[in-house]
């Protein structure tokens, strides 16, 4: 499907791929998204180098060992072999870890909050196009503070940022909640997470936000003069999402004709077909005409409609009715010369097939009569994932339990847990399935909505559990999400 | 200058640079405002892998030959040592090519008319921020067209968005014209440039479009079935800008005391200082009130005006003021007790130093005065490099007289030149001058108005001299520009 609707293509690099103009401006979109959120929350862009020398990739020896059998090295440039081979860069705490240490001097030089949008290598033995490519394009937010309480807030305001935005713009319904230690990022001291769940039943890791601690600060010393004259630490974040969340729209959405976009994100969201008339070709023109004067001044969301008129004469309209659903078009109007004559046109939603005749006669009626269609068909498309998930959303109690609903290849399994890594283990072992999140609870994005500057609010909460835990039967702790997952 | 303005800093990595927030904010404003000039004219962005297999740059011998030098080479990855090394792409022609000879079917795939922003890595053994790194970020529109005269077309409409930009928004007046055989790009048929002369007296060349013919066609096999049923090969172009126009804007309107910024480019275009009074508080914030809502009501070209108050307690305004001028803010409003009580704020330029008192008591004729300003300063700075570059370009009828112009170190010089290679070698031997390009002339950007679409023009006339090459003697062909570049 990705291919067919020219997201993209493979590249004759092993496991690389190539973002095509309709895939890209999906990630135009999101960037747009984004990149307004992390402004408004007091954030600013910079860009690091692609390389990392080996010997700052091996000061943080956890990292380093979580990383290293990903990394593609650099070993000869400039017709020499090199004296230090040189990562391409898998993520870059170990080297902006090290620009911080420079610039950072005084409580007054804090927060440090800076994201970069760049490209990253992590070589990968199975590749699947969007979800898990050797390259992929994503955005890495690394942030320096005064206290741990604060580091943690900014963790907590970026995921709520990158809920906000899967939730509203993707349409894509989403588990927050706290990574398990075997799972957390390489160095953290915690890893929060997004979850959604795809068409087939398997989980993805949609976004993530580590409160890394003062782990990589001690390891690149990265030392401030505090307002009471002590040398401190700083505290630190880092977190990311990439263009595996267009394979999550693609996968969420998608059906058997091709892709469905979500109105907010698609590039554009309605297109014009006009059925030719060579009896009536100037009914037709007119009808155009009057659709493009309403079209012009709709409005939804805020901002103008995005729409185009596709009047290629060398394509027969159900050609184009094929092509415009296969890149999930989310709404067509049809104007031919029957339509002009009765004053309307027929409006035929993606993302149910439902046809409407739309009254076209006042453009301003029929200008919110298409944006009124693309806020419902924004809204259809959450509701329906977020129904698809519940019906796949099952409560465990026993190991059995989830190994039968895995068997049966589907969903998220709830299930109550000890806390203890070996009983996470032993259900990976036994279900396939791996421990995704321990969800959130309570108003725990609350103390997140002020920005980055807002009073630190602590950690939030996570789901108890009653009862025994699925594998080991001693009191569980948490009420695990689990599941197979890209 | 570069360092303390914060503009970038000198990465752990030999040649790479890191572009700090302040830095990359400019780039942030160079991308948009090329970008909305591409996409007005057409063209779509896209993303091509980083990684190019070393056979498919050894495919075009020429080109090859002209980048190997530079190649940081792949030969590990995911613990293995690989099969063939992968070159991190010097630049995308190799990577591109294969991709289009696969989606090129019909003309009716024609133009194809795409774009990526990326970085790209060629090794440098002397470096300098901006001007000249290892790794640095750029755009690179890569497009095939159905003949010669719409590749040469669309090659003369991106020379003219990048004229046009680099001259409004910059405030850099440039000279677009035809690059010699011995300087165009590896593999191109021509290429054409814009050349700029920084404040040093050095030529900096800002940005290159070439009319790659079919030369990488035919060796990437790009063939289309044109509506007479015959195959043909496509023709191509590749162009592309880089940070390095950031060094350009440094290095052409800075002073003494830092960056100056051009207003259209900045993206703090006013910064308000208040001169804090302990007895007179209240004075001082009323006025600072008045001030905040002119300019959020003022506008120049077209936006509202990007402001800025530095109310920080910590900092004296005299200590403020040199850091503003350091970042190259281009207006700096001044607002003190004395001020509010006479109606009036002091308004200092970057670009001068002049001081004015506007009157602050209607907010409307406030707003209208700081966006004249604005104007002013825009105009003035390319006025003023634009005299700069007249008062050093000479004109030079033999080699004595060009080394002589090159001992003093300055500028262009303009030269009667034969059209051999043998005289272009000796000029550079002789006297350390590059011939920089033989200047367009006429209405050249007239034919390319249009857009990508536009009717084709043909090839521009470039300027023809009268009299005899300054090395040979023998009759002149070109009126050519030479100078020492960076």
């Known amino acids: 499907m990705v291919t067919k609707a020219e997201l993209m293509d493979y590249a ?21 998204g984004l990149d307004r959120r992390f402004k408004a929350t007091g954030h600013e862009n ?8 080996e010997s700052f990739l091996r000061r943080e020896a956890e990292h380093f060992e979580g990383f290293t059998p990903q990394v593609a090295w650099v ?64 955005q890495e937010g690394h942030t320096c503070h005064r206290t741990e309480e604060e580091a943690e807030a900014e963790t907590l305001t970026i995921l709520e940022i990158y809920r906000d935005f899967v939730e509203s713009t993707l349409a894509i319904p989403v588990v927050p909640g706290l990574k398990s230690e075997s799972e957390k990022f390489a160095g953290a001291l915690r890893t929060y997470s997004i979850e959604a769940l795809m068409s087939d039943g398997r989980a993805l890791q949609a ?15 990265i ?33 058997d004709r091709g892709l469905v976009l979500p109105p907010r994100l698609a590039p554009t969201q309605v297109v014009i077909v006009p059925i030719p008339s060579d009896k009536e070709a100037q009914l037709v023109a007119r009808g155009l ?39 999930g078009v989310p709404l067509r109007l049809e104007v031919g010369p029957r339509d002009v004559k009765s004053g309307q ?70 299930t109550p847990w000890c806390g203890e890594a070996g009983c996470e283990a032993r259900i990976k072992e036994e279900t396939g399935a791996t421990l995704r999140c321990l969800p959130l609870v309570g108003d725990w994005a609350e103390s997140t909505r002020g920005g980055a500057g807002a009073e630190p609010g602590g950690r939030p909460e996570v789901e108890r559990a009653r009862g025994r835990c699925a594998v080991c039967g001693a009191d569980a702790r948490y009420l695990a999400y689990f599941a197979r997952a890209y």
């Open 12 to 32: 004759p690099v092993k496991g690389c791929m190539v973002i095509r103009p309709q895939g890209y401006a999906l990630w135009e979109a999101v960037q747009e």
């Open 46 to 53: 910079a860009y690091f180098p692609l390389f990392i020398p």
């Open 75 to 138: 070993t000869r440039g400039g017709g020499e072999d090199l004296a230090e081979p040189l990562a391409v860069r898998p993520t870059s705490e170990s080297i902006i870890g090290p620009m911080y240490a420079r610039w950072v001097k005084s409580y007054r030089d804090l927060p440090v909050l800076i994201n970069q949008w760049c490209n990253v290598v992590r070589w990968e033995k199975a590749t699947r196009p969007f979800l898990r490519t050797s390259e992929f394009l994503w």
């Open 207 to 221: 976004g993530t936000c580590h409160n890394l601690g003062q782990h990589f600060a001690k390891v690149y010393d």
């Open 223 to 255: 030392q401030y003069l505090d307002s009471d004259g002590q040398l401190k630490y700083v505290w630190q974040t880092s977190w990311g999402v990439s263009t595996r969340l267009l394979g999550a729209v693609v996968m969420v959405h998608g059906d």
């Open 289 to 327: 005409a009057e659709l493009w004067s309403a079209l012009g001044r709709a409005e939804v969301w805020g901002r103008p409609v995005r729409f185009k008129v596709d009047d290629r004469t060398e394509y027969t309209p159900g050609w184009k009715y094929n092509e415009w659903e296969m890149r």
């Open 345 to 414: 046109v027929v409006a035929v939603r993606r993302d149910t097939g439902e046809k409407t005749a739309l009254a076209a006669t006042d453009p301003g009626t029929l200008a919110r009569a298409v944006s009124d269609i693309l806020e419902k068909i924004q809204d259809n498309l959450y509701e329906r994932a977020r129904r698809f998930r519940e019906a796949n959303t099952h409560e465990a109690s026993t190991l059995e339990d989830i190994a039968r609903f895995m068997e049966s290849g589907r969903g998220f399994v709830r």
